[in-house]
Structure formats: structure tokens, C-alpha cells
């Protein structure tokens, strides 16, 4: 299979904190990458913005020590690098104040397509987007990209939408979530709305319920201050998996238009019920040989806040009545996946014998680490011996499917990147949706706060608590394996 690159438009890109470890290990590398698959137009250039002096061939240096680090040697040989290093320079900023904001103004082009990217702290974003205005450095079609976390709840996610209303439109900002640039979330449209197979099943009335896990097997250790303020619940459930719940849960849209899109899963969001206690089991991990407690990594050995989270979600709407989303994450637990797996029901009689067993359709979505689905079937076990049912995978794994080029697939940030240059806002949040979103999480965060609830200790390298399992056990259900 040949895979089609289709170039952009020329364009400069700055990186606001293109000296941070998210522009080292993903953007830069994810930006070469594109450079390498012939997408990047003779002109594009990108332009590195932060704290710090350095030069253009300081920050070339800097870049290609990145690549060195994350492109695999087969894929970097030193023209390409050099070539692409070409691309680049460095201006010293300070977000905060007005250094450095008239020296941008002049590196940056005003005929291509301008794009800023704010990969800095949150605290940042306002300033950043004030000062672009003020300095004249953005024009009404200059898009700006908006890392997480998008506010810490619903009245400064408001308070940050304000702030950059003033100076950007709607359709100019793209606030990124990773997950929706993964190959498989898209796919997973590509499933539910390009095949007349699926759609007819998927409602309550033929899905049991729907498991959504995203598992780290990492520590917080080293930004332990920075996750106190946060936790599991509005670091990954509030935008990544409630993202990913959209995805599964929302009606087809009219067509595949960013508008149409986001309207559909913000009805989703609006639809999620209030979540009770009983349905909420918070984790923090405790220390094993490999490293310290939550409790230590945090530094504050009073601390609440949550490594794990599991939670029983309801969707009040005709499609999903009745058919719950369990939502898990956690960190150092067994290992690193992330996955969406759809139950089936079982069939509604069986007309085979008790020896047969029960079995039901399971369409597992796995976003890491190997992208993929699989979708399990019964049939008849082969062989004399009467009607013996088994379970077996129809695997629909790119590579296997569509020739080992399949398996390259970009990464979630440059295919995003990309998106942002061609003005494509579909896989990226809207103001409304990740308002919704903390509207939803807010009473949810304040009600174990009011309680005083404390999270249960769990093993590391386990699945997280033991009264996770349990959430599923009392409903007949049981998680499926966090493995590799
Ligand atoms: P970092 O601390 O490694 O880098 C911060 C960057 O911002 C540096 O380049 C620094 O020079 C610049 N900076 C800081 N203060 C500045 C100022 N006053 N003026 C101009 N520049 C300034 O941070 P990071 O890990 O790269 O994260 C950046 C953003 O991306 C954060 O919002 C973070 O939440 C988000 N994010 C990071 C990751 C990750 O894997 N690192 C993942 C998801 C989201």
C-alpha cells in the first residue's frame, strides 16, 4: 500500500515553549517526521519561543539532539536532519512581559499560514494570546494551539475561554487532545460510520457495556507537586476519556465537519448522569522495591488526591439507557495500554446445549500499544465431536490488513499539527465541550472533598484497588485484563 502525503500550504509555525519537554520529545520530533513523509512545503518554517537565549544554530543543535534521541537511526540520516534544521529558528520570549514580542513580529511571515502553539504552563495561555493581538503578530486567520490542562475547573476553563475570546475567534483556536489524533480513535468512526454493520447494534438494546481503560505503568514521581493539584479525575478522565466516551457514545453526525462533529459529542456530555458515590473508586498506589508511595512522591503525606480512578458511568439518552461506560485509569499499574472495548449482549436464546457455554461479540479498540481492533466471533470449534462453541478474534490489526507501511502510523501530535495548518478543527475540543465537560466533573470532585472521602491504597503492578474489581463484580461484569 502506498500512503498518501498530502502537502500543506506554507506556513510558520511558533512554538511557545519550544524548549520544554513536550516540544523535545513530541512536537519537534512529530515536525520532522512530517518533513521526512514529503508534507512539509518548500517554505514552511518553524519558529522556537522561550525563556532563555540562545541562537538560530543553538537551537538547531538543541532540535537535533531531540531527533537524534527519538527518530530511529533508519530514519535520520544526517541530510535529511540537516535539511530540515534549516527550517528552523529561535527567538527569545517572556510571556509575561514585553521582551522579545517586536523581534517575533518580525520573524514571523504575514502571507503564509501563521500558527502558534502553547506548549507552556497553563498559567501562560492568556498572556501568550493577549500579547499576540497586542503586537499585531497574529492575524484573524492565525491559529493558536492550546495544550492541557484547559482550566482546572468550570469557572477558570470559563475564565481562560474569556480571555481568549478577546483576542482569538472560535475558529482559530485549537484546544489539543492527543488521544483524538491517535489512528484508532479515528477509526473508530471510520467503524461505527462507514459500515452498515455496526450502527444497528450499537444502542442498548444489543450493547451489555462498554469499558474504557487508559493504564500507565509510570509514577508521578517528579512532577508529584504538579498531580496534588490534580489527580486522575481531571487529568485524564475530565478531557482524554471523556473524549474518548464521546467518540463511542454519540450520534452520527450529518457529516464528518468539525461543527457537526462537536455538536454531536457535546449532547453526549450533557447527557452523562450525576455519578453517585457508590459508583466511584479512587486509588492511590502504595511503595513496592521499584519505587515510593503516592503518598512520597506527592511530598504530602496527608495527601487525597487520586492515582487511580474507576467509575460507572450512565448516558441518560434512548440510545445508551441502561447500558453502562466504566471508566479506569491509573498510574503504576501492570502495564502501559489504552483501550475502549465494546460488549455485546449475548444472544437472546440459546439453541445450542449448556456444554456450548455463553459468548458474546466484543469489539476491543486499542489506542497503545499497538494500535488496532479486534473483533471476537463465535464459531463452531473444528473438529468431530459435536457443537462446541469458541471465541475467536477477527483482528483487524493495520499492518496485517494493509501491508507493514499500514503499521507507520504518524503520531497522535504531528497528525494534529497538521490538522491545525489545514484548518481542520474536528479533532479538537471546543469552548462548549470542554466547559460541559468540568460541569459534569465539578460535583463530582466536590462531593469527595465535602465527604472527606480517602483514596484506597493498591499494589503497584496490580489493576488498582480491590473495590474496582468489585464495581464490576456486583453488576455480573468483569474488567478485562491490563496487558501489554
Ligand atoms: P516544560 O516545563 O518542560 O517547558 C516549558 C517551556 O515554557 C520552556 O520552553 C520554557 O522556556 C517556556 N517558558 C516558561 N516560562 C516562560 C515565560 N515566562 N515566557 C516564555 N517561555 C516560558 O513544560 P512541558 O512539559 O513541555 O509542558 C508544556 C505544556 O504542555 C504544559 O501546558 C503541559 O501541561 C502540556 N503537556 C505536556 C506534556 C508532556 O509530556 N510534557 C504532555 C501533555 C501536555
Redesign the pocket.
Given at each position: 500500500m502506498v500512503s498518501r502525503v498530502i502537502p500543506v500550504d506554507p506556513f510558520d509555525l511558533v512554538i511557545?515553549?519550544?524548549?520544554?519537554?513536550?516540544?523535545?520529545?513530541?512536537i519537534l520530533p512529530g515536525l520532522y517526521r512530517r518533513f521526512v513523509a514529503g508534507q512539509m512545503p518548500e517554505d514552511a518554517r518553524i519558529i522556537g519561543?522561550?525563556?532563555?537565549e540562545m541562537d538560530q544554530a543553538g537551537y538547531q543543535a538543541f532540535v537535533g539532539e531531540a531527533i537524534a534521541e527519538f527518530i530511529s537511526e533508519k530514519k535520520r540520516d544526517a541530510e535529511t536532519v540537516a535539511a530540515f534544521l534549516e527550517r528552523l529558528n529561535y527567538t527569545p520570549?517572556?510571556?509575561?512581559g514585553e521582551g522579545g514580542w517586536d523581534a517575533l513580529a518580525k520573524m514571523v511571515r504575514k502571507e503564509a499560514i501563521t500558527a502558534f502553539y502553547?506548549?507552556?504552563?497553563?498559567g501562560?495561555f492568556g498572556d501568550i494570546a493577549t500579547r499576540l493581538h497586542k503586537h499585531k503578530i497574529a492575524t484573524p486567520e492565525s491559529r493558536i494551539v492550546v495544550?492541557?490542562?484547559f482550566g482546572r475547573d468550570l469557572e477558570s476553563a470559563k475564565a481562560l475561554n474569556a480571555v481568549l475570546a478577546e483576542s482569538f475567534d472560535e475558529h482559530q483556536i485549537y484546544r489539543i487532545d492527543?488521544y483524538l489524533g491517535k489512528e484508532t480513535v479515528q477509526n473508530l468512526m471510520a467503524v461505527r460510520f462507514a459500515n452498515v454493520l455496526f450502527e444497528p447494534l450499537w444502542n442498548a438494546q444489543y450493547i451489555d457495556h462498554v469499558q474504557i481503560t487508559v493504564a500507565e505503568t509510570v509514577s508521578v514521581g517528579g512532577r508529584g507537586g504538579y498531580y496534588d493539584k490534580s489527580g486522575a479525575m481531571r487529568d485524564m478522565i475530565q478531557n482524554h476519556l471523556m473524549q474518548l466516551l464521546c467518540l463511542t457514545a454519540m450520534e452520527p453526525p450529518s457529516k464528518f465537519d468539525p461543527d457537526a462533529v462537536r455538536d454531536e459529542k457535546l449532547k453526549v456530555i450533557r447527557a452523562l448522569d450525576a455519578v453517585p458515590t457508590e459508583n466511584i473508586v479512587r486509588g492511590q498506589y502504595g511503595a513496592d522495591g521499584d519505587g515510593p508511595s503516592y503518598v512520597e512522591d506527592s511530598e504530602d503525606p496527608e495527601s487525597r488526591t487520586e492515582s487511580f480512578i474507576a467509575m460507572k458511568v450512565d448516558i441518560s439518552n434512548w440510545r445508551w439507557k441502561g447500558t453502562p461506560f466504566y471508566l479506569r485509569t491509573g498510574k503504576r499499574l501492570k502495564a502501559r495500554m489504552s483501550e475502549i472495548v465494546v460488549h455485546f449482549k449475548e444472544t437472546p436464546h440459546s439453541i445450542f446445549d449448556e456444554d456450548a457455554g455463553s459468548h458474546a461479540n466484543i469489539l476491543s479498540i486499542r489506542l497503545q500499544p499497538d494500535e488496532g481492533m479486534d473483533l471476537r466471533v463465535t464459531i463452531k470449534e473444528p473438529g468431530p465431536g459435536g457443537m462446541r462453541l469458541v471465541d475467536v478474534p477477527l483482528d483487524m490489526t493495520f499492518a496485517d490488513a494493509l501491508g507493514p507501511e499500514a503499521a507507520d502510523v504518524p503520531d497522535a501530535y504531528e497528525r494534529l499539527i497538521m490538522d491545525v495548518i489545514r484548518g481542520n478543527q474536528t479533532l479538537f475540543m471546543r469552548g462548549d465541550e470542554v466547559e460541559a465537560a468540568w460541569a459534569w466533573t465539578d460535583p463530582i470532585i466536590e462531593g469527595w472533598i465535602t465527604r472527606g472521602d480517602k483514596p484506597k491504597t493498591y499494589d503497584p503492578g496490580s489493576s488498582g484497588p480491590e473495590d474496582a474489581l468489585m464495581l464490576l463484580h456486583r453488576d455480573g461484569r468483569r474488567w478485562r485484563e491490563i496487558s501489554a
Open positions: 511557545f515553549g519550544g524548549t520544554g519537554d513536550l516540544a523535545r520529545r513530541k519561543a522561550a525563556r532563555g520570549i517572556d510571556a509575561r502553547f506548549s507552556v504552563g497553563p501562560l495544550e492541557k490542562p492527543h
